[in-house]
Structure formats: structure tokens, C-alpha cells
């Protein structure tokens, strides 16, 4: 229990009793407990205003919000001048500013983020310096797995999170940090000691409207390694020098910078190259050869963005190599499914354009009769990259199946026709419509032949599909395997 005054800013104004004892802290009517503090996050639909009665009734004791709200004579109120910055920083300060206490590394970028967590996960580990992990799959502390609300979470939640790894005595936290975390104020006072930029290709321009606001937003990641902290170690920014905004945050800060890359001259990079169906073999700065499980140039990009990391932490080249070597698979990242069968399969999370040239790409360039592709786009998101993975689809694929993949409140039909502008352009007959997802795999799985390589993309790992505001129980790895089988 914590005393409200010991962590709240003196700027706050608050009306009752400073000394009350606080159990907690969040921003979610649903999981406020007894003597919570529950702050009101602004919204439409959401806004946190609309929760304060429902909070009260299940015992919290302190409302924070940046406009005046009755509540009562037994709660305390406090008014503040932004309510995503007091949810921070009332978070860090309750449970002491958990990231002084940690070796934090963030990883912002469109693609690769959850691979380069499992990698670097694995390095730890080899190095018996074991890390927890905060990302896009789940929240893992060793054997404990927690389960994720969002790739990157709210500030209240994060901060729990940070102080539970102190806590359970881990020293390295390595989390995913994506832009929309950035852009809303959830790793405010988050002293992080590395700083991973993965790539930066067209997405979530639903919520940053251009690809520039987008950049700027993953360019706060870097910039925050320049503020002043507890912290005196050095910082390091771990840059893809073949993605062109690498330049851009290199001009933009003037912490130790470390640049990978394939194609650039960089810090570290790869040589003697030999891909196949089931591993990836190269050798890197000629320091050391790895063959690793993971197939894809792009996975190169992820293995040496851990590489460098690794290596600013003085952790032996042997060591890393034994910790990339020892990941099998990254869940729904070309994760290949298994059951007998005579051709490939293989289900992965390319949501963007770009990542659904990068996977077709890595598979087409295995031996193959035929590349059958299943994917959709999701609704109520950006819909300039539908007609563009459209096009990338049918001209990569020798057939594709359009079908629906978390439509939301949008009409699947409707997005499988923004879908099929981009393959009209090509005046390729390759492809079909199966709105329904299940179906669609079904299609996939009795078509294939010997030789064949299809291809699931879109969701991964995840085992839900949002139909309207529901999350309805699905699998694309559950649903391959049910149709291999038969």
C-alpha cells in the first residue's frame, strides 16, 4: 500500500484526504479493486468519465481526471492537467520507478519486433541472465506466461509489469514498443538502455494519418534514450541501415548508434549466405557462422538487429550464437504446420504489404510447384495497403484466396472489393473469393498438391477473430490442421 500524497505531483489539485492508502492504480472500470486509484483517460465511445460511478461501486478510493467530475464525499478527487501523462506518472511513481531498476531494451519498428523479443529472450537465457518479455504474443517471466491485451500496454499496466520483473529478479526486460504506445504517452517514464529500430513500411495510417507522423512516432522511442534518468550507463540506439529512416533517427540524436544491414556498409552484417525449407545458414562479420531455424532474409534482419544488441551488452559471440541457434519457431511467423502432408504450409502474421512480400518472397524462393496464398485485410484500419497487397498477392502467388480476417464493424465484402482494385490492376485471373475464413483455408488445404507451398497470412499467432465488437474463438493453425488431418 502506498500513501496518495507520496505519488502524486505537487501540480495536481486534489479535493479529500491526501493521506489515504492506495492499493493500485488503472484506467479500466472492469478491473478496479478495493482502495484503487481510477484514472479517466479521455475517449469517444470510451471515455473514462462514463466508468467513475461504476469504479466507485467496486471500491476505488481516488478518481484522477483533467476535467472536474462529482463523485462524492468518501472518494477522493484529483484534478490534473493531462490524464495520460498522470496515469504514467502516477504508475511509476506507485511502484517506484521499475525501469531504474532494470536493463531495459525497446523494439519499435512496422515488422520483426516480436521475432527479435524471442531471439534476444533466448540470448539471455544462453548467457544465464535470464529476460523477461513484454510484447505482442504474450507477457512472459520465464515459465510464467501472462497473457497480452495489446502489443505494447497502457502505462498502468506496463509499470505492473516493470515491477513485477524487479520483483521476480530479473535485471533485463527486452518489449515491444509500438507506435501507438509512443504516440499515446504509455512508456512515458520508461528509462530505456537500448533502443532496436526493426524497419518502417506503410501501416496504422488509420491513427497516423501520414507515413511521416507514423516515423515521428517511432523516432520518440530514440529520443527518450537522450533524457535525463537515474540511469548513468551508456545508451545505444541499434538501427537497419538498409531501412531509409535509419538516417533520419541517426540525424535526429546523439546517443552511440550500432547499424546493421545486408546491403549498406554497417556494423554488423552477413556473409556466406545458404537458405532453405528448414534453416538459414550465414556467417556474420566473419566472427561467427550461425544456422538458425528461422527462414527468410527477413529473419537475417532479425537475427543480426539481435546480434548487435547482444553485443552491447558484452555478451559473448558464442553465447548469442547458441541463443539464435536454439529458437524452433516464433508463433504464426512462418510457422510451419506439420501434419504428414506432401506440401508445405505455413501461417503467418503479414498484416502490412510489406511484410506479405517479404514472406512470399522467402517462399518462392524455396524449391515449390505451386505458392497458394490465403490472406484478408482487417476492418475498420487503414485501407490504402488493401489494393497494394491485392496486387503483391496475385503477382507473387500462383493462386491466391481472398477471404475475410478481423472485419470488425466493416462489412467483409466490402473489404475484399478495396482488396480486388489492386488485383484488377495487374489483369490477373489467379484468384478467387471465399469470405468465409475457414472455408478458405478448407479450399486451400484440398487444392494443394504435392510440392505445393500454401501460404495463411494475416493473423498468426492469434486465436480470436473480431467479428463485429466480438472475439469470436479462431485459430488459423487450429483450422489447418483440422482440414490436414481429414
Not at 50 to 55: G, K
Not at 94 to 105: D, E, M
Not at 229 to 237: L, P, Q, R
Request: glycine letters at 6%.
Amino acid at each position: 500500500m502506498r500513501v496518495l500524497s507520496e505519488i502524486i505531483q505537487s501540480d495536481y489539485q486534489v479535493s479529500g484526504d491526501k493521506n489515504v492508502e492506495i492499493s493500485g492504480i488503472t484506467h479500466d472500470s472492469r478491473k478496479v479493486e478495493k482502495d484503487n486509484i481510477f484514472v479517466c483517460l479521455p475517449g469517444q465511445n470510451t471515455a473514462g468519465k462514463n466508468f467513475v460511478n461504476d469504479a466507485i461501486n467496486r471500491g476505488a478510493r481516488v478518481i484522477v481526471a483533467d476535467e472536474t467530475i462529482p463523485v462524492g464525499e468518501n472518494v477522493v478527487f484529483v484534478l490534473v492537467p493531462e490524464a495520460v501523462k498522470a496515469l504514467a506518472d502516477i504508475s511509476s511513481n506507485f511502484y517506484f520507478a521499475p525501469s531504474t531498476k532494470l536493463n531495459l531494451i525497446g523494439i519499435t519498428g512496422t515488422n520483426g519486433k516480436t521475432t527479435v523479443t524471442y531471439l534476444l529472450e533466448s540470448i539471455y537465457k544462453k548467457a544465464k541472465t535470464p529476460a523477461a518479455v513484454i510484447g505482442t504474443i504474450n507477457y512472459r517471466f520465464g515459465e510464467e506466461i501472462l497473457q497480452s491485451t495489446t502489443t505494447t500496454p497502457q502505462s498502468s499496466e506496463l509499470q505492473y509489469l516493470l515491477n513485477k520483473s524487479v520483483v521476480d529478479g530479473y535485471k533485463y526486460v527486452v518489449m515491444e514498443v509500438s507506435s501507438h504506445a509512443l504516440a499515446l504517452g504509455r512508456v512515458r517514464n520508461c528509462e530505456f538502455d537500448v533502443a532496436i529500430f526493426t524497419n518502417l513500411t506503410r501501416d496504422h495510417l488509420d491513427f497516423h494519418k501520414t507515413k511521416e507522423e507514423y516515423f515521428l512516432a517511432k523516432l520518440k522511442l530514440f529520443q527518450m534514450l537522450e533524457l535525463e534518468g537515474k540511469k548513468t550507463g551508456e545508451k545505444f540506439a541499434v538501427l537497419n541501415n538498409d531501412d531509409e529512416y535509419s538516417q533520419e533517427i541517426l540525424n535526429s540524436i546523439k546517443v552511440k548508434t550500432i547499424t546493421y544491414g545486408l546491403k549498406k556498409k554497417s556494423d554488423f552484417t552477413v556473409k556466406n549466405l545458404k537458405n532453405n525449407i528448414r534453416n538459414t545458414k550465414f556467417t556474420i562479420n566473419d566472427e561467427i557462422e550461425i544456422s538458425m531455424n528461422l527462414i527468410g532474409k527477413h529473419n537475417i534482419y532479425n537475427a543480426l538487429a539481435a546480434y548487435a544488441c547482444a553485443k552491447t551488452q558484452n555478451i559473448e559471440p558464442s553465447v548469442i550464437k547458441d541463443g539464435i541457434e536454439a529458437v524452433k519457431i516464433i508463433p504464426g511467423r512462418l510457422e510451419s504446420i506439420d501434419a504428414g502432408q506432401k506440401f508445405g504450409l505455413f501461417v503467418d502474421y503479414a498484416h502490412t504489404d510489406d511484410a506479405l512480400k517479404n514472406v512470399l518472397r522467402t517462399l518462392k524462393e524455396l524449391k515449390h510447384n505451386r505458392l497458394i496464398t490465403v490472406f484478408g485485410c482487417g476492418g475498420d484500419r487503414d485501407r490504402t495497403k488493401r489494393p497494394v497487397m491485392g496486387e503483391i498477392a496475385v503477382n507473387l502467388s500462383d493462386w491466391v484466396i481472398v477471404t475475410s480476417d478481423n472485419p470488425r464493424t466493416e462489412e467483409p465484402e466490402k473489404i475484399t472489393l478495396d482488396i480486388e482494385v489492386g488485383i484488377r490492376r495487374t489483369k490477373k485471373e489467379n484468384y478467387e473469393i471465399v469470405p468465409d475464413r475457414e472455408e478458405a483455408i478448407k479450399r486451400a488445404v484440398y487444392m494443394a498438391k504435392e510440392d505445393d507451398i500454401i501460404l495463411i497470412a494475416g493473423k498468426g499467432h492469434e486465436e480470436y477473430q473480431i467479428i463485429g465488437e466480438k472475439r469470436i474463438p479462431f485459430s488459423d493453425r487450429e483450422i489447418a490442421y483440422k482440414y490436414l488431418k481429414r
